[in-house]
């Protein structure tokens, strides 16, 4: 029986993703000094306001799939299907798009995983948009489910015993954002961050603070109406 798509540090994880996707087809190789390069622009308006991303250039097979499927209309009326306040939302589930109040939402995406690309200059401060995975030990990522961080703040404390606990070193600059802007540092270097929001922080705060089930799905409809790449 196929399990969620979800963060294995809640316990609810897919099976049956398949093979690896390489670079999009026709995409060009990453050239060096790509980081200095224009960062491409992908604005996620919903039903409770609109985001405006911006995906990273240092992580080019999980920016070229999110961008692939976002012209392709993919995430087009699909639903952020699981919300927990404090950590994250969720969505890219193509079985959200015609579900039921009562369906359970998790298991859907493409026949393909992309390989992880974790930076430690990526780190998961709130609004990093970042890549749902099962339980592979690859730690490769879905091909269309993603997370949006809403997170909480961390004291110098408690980011020492993250550190400690799993094997994590920050610079200043990095424990400074945890300490005030907040995120989740303990799924770092675990999942792979591919880009973060630039602009609509508060939509995030708004999409989480709705009322949700026993499985984390919003009680009425939090719905992608469109991801649109800025050309």
Request: charge should be positive; proline fraction near 4%.
């Given at each position: 029986?196929?399990?969620?798509?979800?963060?294995?540090?809640?316990?609810?994880?897919?099976?049956?993703?398949?093979?690896?996707?390489?670079?999009?087809?026709?995409?060009?190789?990453?050239?060096?000094?790509?980081?200095?390069?224009?960062?491409t622009m992908v604005t996620i308006e919903t039903n409770k306001g609109t985001l405006k991303v911006k995906l990273y250039n240092e992580t080019p097979l999980?920016?070229?799939?999110?961008?692939?499927?976002?012209?392709?209309?993919?995430?087009?009326?699909?639903?952020?299907?699981?919300?927990?306040?404090?950590?994250m939302i969720q969505g890219g589930d193509p079985d959200s798009k015609h579900a039921a109040p009562d369906q359970s939402l998790g298991m859907g995406g493409?026949?393909?995983?992309?390989?992880?690309?974790?930076?430690?200059?990526?780190?998961?401060?709130?609004?990093?948009?970042?890549?749902?995975?099962?339980?592979?030990?690859?730690?490769?990522?879905?091909?269309?489910?993603?997370?949006?961080?809403?997170?909480?703040?961390?004291?110098?404390?408690?980011?020492?015993?993250?550190?400690?606990?799993?094997?994590?070193?920050?610079?200043?600059?990095?424990?400074?954002?945890?300490?005030?802007?907040?995120?989740?540092?303990?799924?770092?270097?675990?999942?792979?961050?591919?880009?973060?929001?630039?602009?609509?922080?508060?939509?995030?705060?708004?999409?989480?603070?709705?009322?949700?089930?026993?499985?984390?799905?919003?009680?009425?409809?939090?719905?992608?109406?469109?991801?649109?790449?800025?050309?």
């Open positions: 029986m196929r399990k969620n798509i979800i963060f294995i540090i809640l316990c609810s994880l897919a099976a049956g993703l398949s093979p690896t996707v390489k670079a999009q087809k026709g995409a060009a190789e990453p050239k060096k000094g790509a980081q200095m390069e224009q960062q999980h920016r070229d799939n999110f961008i692939k499927l976002a012209r392709e209309g993919y995430f087009d009326s699909l639903l952020f299907h699981r919300v927990i306040q404090d950590f493409p026949d393909y995983t992309v390989p992880a690309e974790f930076n430690k200059n990526l780190i998961h401060k709130k609004g990093a948009l970042a890549a749902a995975r099962d339980n592979n030990p690859e730690k490769a990522s879905s091909g269309s489910q993603f997370y949006i961080v809403q997170g909480k703040a961390w004291t110098d404390g408690q980011l020492d015993e993250i550190c400690r606990r799993y094997g994590l070193s920050y610079t200043p600059q990095q424990r400074n954002i945890y300490r005030t802007i907040g995120g989740t540092p303990f799924l770092d270097m675990n999942y792979t961050v591919f880009g973060e929001v630039v602009e609509g922080l508060s939509v995030i705060d708004r999409i989480a603070s709705v009322r949700t089930n026993r499985e984390d799905r919003p009680v009425e409809d939090v719905r992608i109406i469109s991801v649109r790449v800025e050309e």
